[in-house]
């Protein structure tokens, strides 16, 4: 041992001199010849000074669906610094995750999913100096499973309503994400679909739900099964609701009878008028289910309605001036209501409808008159999406008060009727018109007329996807920026083989050949080539079609499509949600269906599901020491307090014996 140590010491000595003579030699050498003497010296020189990410890597890191994306940060330098930070950059949603964030080298941070940029930057204090490295580097995870959140089992919406039910989902992957329902009409989804959002939203819409869905009258209601789902192409996820819509008694639907005017004497001395009445429930005037009423407004009756709506009246010199007269007419409700039809405001008894109108007996009617207006200038110009506002004031000399109507391009925008001496109307005509167009009022009391007209040289405006053209404006108490198609589409139906198609004169030319082109981008040939349709509707009746969606579409054709062709496809009347299930076919495996399937570790988790099993873990009694020896004292002190009960019964049972 102490021969060993002995060798060490002598070797360390040797290394030693050698390291010092060979020091003192480079820097103090020097070197001859022909004359020249040359002085050669060596400077050791400190290291280049900077940093090292050295973990993470400029590589892709995997991980399991639903675990924290947690990494090491590893860094060194050739100094000592004063001060570590980094700054995270999500490079997909190009935002800063995690800003100057302060660290000790060698911990663990959480990454983002997808692309990142890790920025490590340390300081030296002596010099100011700040030093940086980057590291860019991918996050990836499997695809999962896109989740709908729980929606209410019942929906209710009332009939002449349309429903508007938001709900929601989500999916992690933020994948392009199709939603559904069906069946279709008078339901649909909007939007129907979407990409690169984590939170997803979307409506059920219908059109306006009118007595012909609820197959009847006084049936009450009517219910629809709906199935929501959402899917990214490889799993899906579906919710079902009862849809119900409530029958209520519709309001009896009056023509409007106006201003009348007649003579004492002459051909228009008789008023005779038929009342026209529509109601969706009692049926029309002659149905015998509605009842008249018809009041003279502070002076007695001149006349009467009968039970199928007529009147009848023949002017009397007695009866001149302007008779106000009050017009009602009421139905017989329902006879089968819904339990909640008071949430559409109504029980569904009999409802009453009034109008006003008067009626003026004259023996020399005089016209009514305009007698201010604006716009003051008849002839002016104005954008397309401007409002333009109207104004009138009206006169009638016999004291009748006219009623009004407004008129854009001869077409009637609307009907003023009641005791003002002025009317106003706004309009606006929307983008894309242009040129010279009328806007016309006419006054009237039932005989008699007046007019006035506007000339409008309408400069256009350009459309946008929210302002489609549509040559339509608003009118009456409000603008509007024209009519917004809203577009919705029911099943595709099924495939239909191309050439056949064109053979029946299904198909142009032109059509045949963009499926042709469509089909090849699928790469579908020949046979493989079909073709299918479907029907959309403008729910707000637009009466346009800049934003029609397609009606045709390529898809690839099977003699007869079904739930195991391998294909996903349309058949029944509805659509696959993905191949070979959903639609007409077999439920799809989802992570709600409570049942454990596609790969799941449990039921509905693990697997493709965005949610991990929780794991059950035997129990384990955690005793400790002070635990144990507590119970130990306890135990003693219980056998000394059972052994002194029994030394005090046998004491007693002894003394008893004796005595």
């Keep these: 041992m102490k021969k060993g140590l002995i060798i060490l010491i002598m070797i360390f000595v040797l290394f030693s001199g050698i390291n010092i003579f060979l020091d003192y030699s480079m820097s103090n050498y020097k070197l001859t010849g022909a004359g020249i003497t040359a002085t050669v010296g060596f400077v050791i020189l400190e290291p280049n000074e900077t940093i090292y990410i050295d973990s993470p890597q400029n590589t892709t890191y995997n991980f399991s669906i639903g675990e924290n994306y947690t990494l090491d940060l590893n860094v060194s330098a050739t100094f000592t610094p004063d001060a570590w930070w980094y700054t995270l950059y999500d490079l997909k949603h190009d935002i800063v995750t995690d800003y100057g964030v302060s660290f000790t080298p060698n911990i663990t941070f959480d990454a983002n999913r997808w692309g ?36 209410n089992s019942s929906i209710y919406v ?34 129907n679909s979407m990409e690169g959002e984590k939170e997803i939203y979307s409506v ?59 003579w004492t004497s002459g051909e228009n001395s008789t008023f005779n008028y038929q009342l026209e009445v529509d109601d969706v429930e009692s049926g029309n005037q002659y149905s015998g289910n509605l009842t008249f009423d018809l009041d003279f407004i502070g002076e007695p009756n ?26 009602c007419t009421t139905d017989i409700g329902l006879t089968n209501t819904h339990e909640n039809i008071s949430l559409c405001g109504q029980d569904g008894s009999a409802i009453t409808e009034c109008q006003n109108f008067s009626l003026t007996v004259t023996n020399a009617n005089r016209p009514p008159t305009i007698i201010d207006y604006y716009p003051e200038e008849l002839y002016f110009g104005n954008k397309g999406t401007n409002e333009i506002y109207f104004n009138i004031t009206k006169y009638d000399p016999d004291y009748t008060i006219p009623d009004t109507y407004w008129y854009v391009d001869n077409s009637l925008k609307e009907y003023d009727s009641g005791n003002s001496s002025s009317d106003e109307f706004r309009y ?63 099943f595709w139906q099924v495939c239909q083989d191309l050439n056949t198609s064109l053979n029946l004169g299904l198909l142009s030319g032109k059509d045949y050949r963009e499926v042709v082109n469509n089909c090849s981008l699928k790469y579908l040939f020949g046979i493989d080539c079909g073709i299918h349709n479907r029907t ?20 690839q054709y099977v003699f007869n499509p079904g739930c ?13 949600l993905l191949v070979d299930c959903g639609g007409a076919c077999p439920p799809c495996p989802t992570c709600s269906d409570k049942i454990q399937n596609q790969g799941e570790e449990g039921i509905d988790c693990g697997g493709p599901c965005p949610f991990r099993c929780i794991v059950e873990e035997p129990y384990k009694l955690d005793v400790k020491l002070w635990q144990i020896l507590v119970i130990l004292i306890l135990l003693i002190l219980i056998i000394i307090i059972i052994l002194k009960i029994r030394q005090i019964s046998k004491i007693k049972e002894e003394f008893k014996n004796q005595y």
């Design 116 to 151: 990142n940029k890790l920025s490590v930057s340390a300081n030296k204090s002596t010099t100011g100096t700040i030093f940086s490295k980057n590291v860019t580097f991918f996050v990836n995870v499997p695809n999962s499973a896109p989740i709908l959140d729980p929606i």
């Design 158 to 191: 009332c009939e002449e309503d349309r429903i508007n039910y938001e709900f929601r989902g989500s999916d992690i992957d933020e994948d392009f994400i199709l939603l559904d329902i069906s069946p279709k009409n008078p339901f649909f989804l909007d939007p």
């Design 204 to 262: 059920i819409i219908s059109v306006i739900l009118t007595k012909s869905y609820l197959g009847g009258i006084n049936v009450g209601s009517k219910t629809y099964l709906e199935t929501l789902s959402i899917t990214d192409g490889e799993y899906a996820d579906t919710n079902q609701t009862n849809i119900t819509i409530i029958e209520i008694n519709n309001d009896p639907d009056m023509d409007n009878i106006g201003v009348q005017t007649i």
């Design 302 to 327: 001149l006349f009467n309605i009968n039970s199928t709506g007529y009147m009848n009246y023949t002017a009397d010199a007695s009866d001149l001036g302007v008779h106000n007269l009050t017009l």
């Design 428 to 490: 606006t005509f929307s983008c894309g018109v242009e040129g010279n167009h009328t806007v016309r009022v006419n006054i009237t009391d039932g005989e008699l007329t007046d007019s006035l007209e506007w000339v409008v040289g309408v400069v256009e405006t350009a459309c946008t996807a929210q302002t489609p053209p549509t040559g339509e404006g608003g009118g009456g108490g409000g603008g509007s920026q024209g009519c917004e198609e809203k577009w919705a589409c029911g």
């Design 536 to 555: 959309c509707i403008d729910l707000n009746n637009c009466h346009t079609t800049y934003h029609k969606p397609n009606e045709m579409e390529s898809c």
């Design 564 to 576: 195991n062709d391998g294909i996903q496809n349309c058949h029944g009347g509805l659509c696959e």
